[in-house]
Structures are given as structure tokens and as C-alpha cells.
């Protein structure tokens, strides 16, 4: 279905009858954020592509914890006070009145919650909090973003900057950058998401299963769902016999097993399905 045309309503109302009666979980990924200014990895609203740092080079150097650090802290302003956008908002809307029971999310800047939704799973976490490698402190990303001030008084924060996919900006160079540290241990610290290469907490993602449970429908919002985690909740809902709908500007992996496919920016669905459901 392409919802592109003025009769999105007509167009969307097949879309409504199918999920009449269903308490809807929400699966959604890059793709809804890119209208609040953070670019995917892939597919429209990308940024220019880039290899994603992984768990293992993060760990193994400590060189390229100066270039993650230091890149993610020149685009922190900008992703940080990045603001929900009607996708958002609408899936907060339809929690509200009771039409969902829920958002499994693999973004990491927290916008669900920034929107007013309450019941909100982050499979790979959030970059608003950090964690210390050595003893376990968490530390907000705005206290860290300030000690990454206060060690380097050179640095030069730009007002505007070219966001990658993770919040990030290429640094030229990382030289004399002096790295955060644990004002417990002076451990090394590490943003509270899930990199590339490593696994989704085994209770994060039972949660994220039984969020699912307590739906009876589900709507993939913003997906492409090349990554492991997406289809993991695609298949459970497979299993359940779930009516499935995915809202997606790209083919998705898993298109051959929904319902119904919506290209189309979820910032325009979504809405339009909220005021259908409601």
C-alpha cells in the first residue's frame, strides 16, 4: 500500500478495520526518529554510510574510546535535545486511550518517553545513561558530557553539526582528548546501549516478550528490520497468529509475513491511524 496520495484516510481504513478490537504492541526502529533529525543506519534518511563501532574495537582500544567519545560528545547538543515528532506522539496517543499495550523500541534516544509513552521497552538501550565498565556506577550522559568539558576546556562544542545514526560526528582528530572517567573507581565508562556485537540482556528482552504478550496485534513502525532483535519479535508474533502491519518507507525482511505493508513516513501513518483507532 503506498499512503502517499491525499486519500491516506481511505486508504488507511482497511489498515483500522484489521486491528478493530486489538490492543496493539508497537515494534519500531530508526526510521521513526529520522523526522526528529537522527539519520538510520540505512535506507531514506540515512546518514552517508559509515561502519558502526563495535563491542569488541570499543573494549580492545582505548584509542577509539577517545574517537567514540569524543565524536559523541560534539553531536550529544544535537541528539540530546532532539524532540518527538508526530510518529512519536502518536503511539503515545494510542497508549493513552488504550488502544496499546506498549512500544518495543531499538533507538536509543529515548523520544518514546520524551512523546508520554509509559510503557516502553528500549531493546538497546539509551544514551542518556552511562555506565562505569569497572564497578557498575550509572551516571546520567548529561553529568558525563560536563566532566568531558571540564577535561578538556580546548574543546570546541559546534552549535550545528552532522549527526551520524548514533548521535556521533567524525572527529577530525582525537589528539590531547582526555577521556571521562568513573568519579567512583576511575574505571572506564561506556554509554548504556547495546553495540554492534554484543547481545540484548536475556530479562530486557523476556520483557520486551511478555509487552507483546499483552498485546494481540503488531505494528513495525520505522524497521527495516535487518537487525536479529526485530525479527526475534516479529517471529513470537508470527507464533501468536498476530495480525501484523509494518509502516516502513523500504521493504522489510519480514513484509512477506505482514497483514498489510504501508510505505510510507510514519510521521504521516501513524497519526492518520490514531485518529482512525480512536
Not at 535506507?43 to 567519545?69: K, N
Not at 539509551?126 to 558525563?144: E, N, Y
Not at 576511575?186 to 553495540?195: S, Y
Not at 495480525?243 to 510510507?264: G, K, Q, S
Request: aromatic share 6%; charged share 20%.
Amino acid at each position: 500500500m503506498n499512503a502517499s496520495t491525499p486519500s491516506l484516510h481511505a486508504q488507511l481504513e482497511p489498515v483500522a478495520e484489521l486491528l478493530s478490537g486489538h490492543r496493539i504492541a508497537f515494534l519500531t526502529g530508526a526510521g521513526l526518529s529520522t523526522d526528529s533529525g537522527i539519520p538510520a543506519y540505512r535506507g531514506t534518511g540515512s546518514a552517508p554510510r559509515r561502519t558502526p563501532i563495535t563491542v569488541q574495537t570499543f573494549l580492545g582500544s582505548e584509542d577509539a574510546q577517545r574517537r567514540y567519545w569524543l565524536g559523541g560528545h560534539l553531536g550529544w547538543r544535537s541528539f540530546g535535545t532532539a524532540a518527538a515528532n508526530p510518529g512519536h506522539r502518536a503511539i503515545a496517543g494510542l497508549e493513552q486511550a488504550g488502544r496499546s499495550a506498549g512500544v518495543i523500541t531499538q533507538n536509543v534516544d529515548g523520544l518514546h518517553l520524551a512523546a508520554g509513552s509509559e510503557r516502553v521497552v528500549e531493546l538497546h538501550g539509551t544514551m542518556r545513561a552511562v555506565l562505569c565498565l569497572r564497578c557498575g556506577q550509572t551516571f546520567s550522559r548529561d553529568a558525563v558530557a560536563a566532566q568531558i568539558e571540564a577535561r578538556n576546556p580546548w574543546l570546541d562544542v559546534p552549535d550545528e553539526v552532522l549527526l551520524g545514526p548514533d548521535g556521533d560526528v567524525r572527529p577530525e582528530t582525537t589528539e590531547g582528548f582526555a577521556l571521562p572517567v568513573c568519579t567512583v573507581c576511575a574505571g572506564p565508562l561506556k554509554p548504556d546501549v547495546v553495540f554492534f556485537g554484543e547481545f540484548i540482556p536475556a530479562e530486557r528482552f523476556a520483557t520486551a516478550e511478555a509487552l507483546l504478550r499483552s498485546g494481540d496485534a503488531l505494528i513495525v513502525a520505522g524497521s527495516s528490520l535487518v537487525v536479529n532483535s526485530g525479527i526475534r519479535i516479529i517471529d513470537r508474533a508470527r507464533r501468536r497468529g498476530l495480525p501484523i502491519v509494518i509502516v516502513n518507507l523500504e521493504p522489510t525482511r519480514a513484509d512477506a509475513w505482514a497483514a498489510a505493508t504501508i510505505a510510507a513516513s510514519t510521521s504521516v501513518v501513524l497519526p492518520a491511524l490514531q485518529e482512525l483507532l480512536t
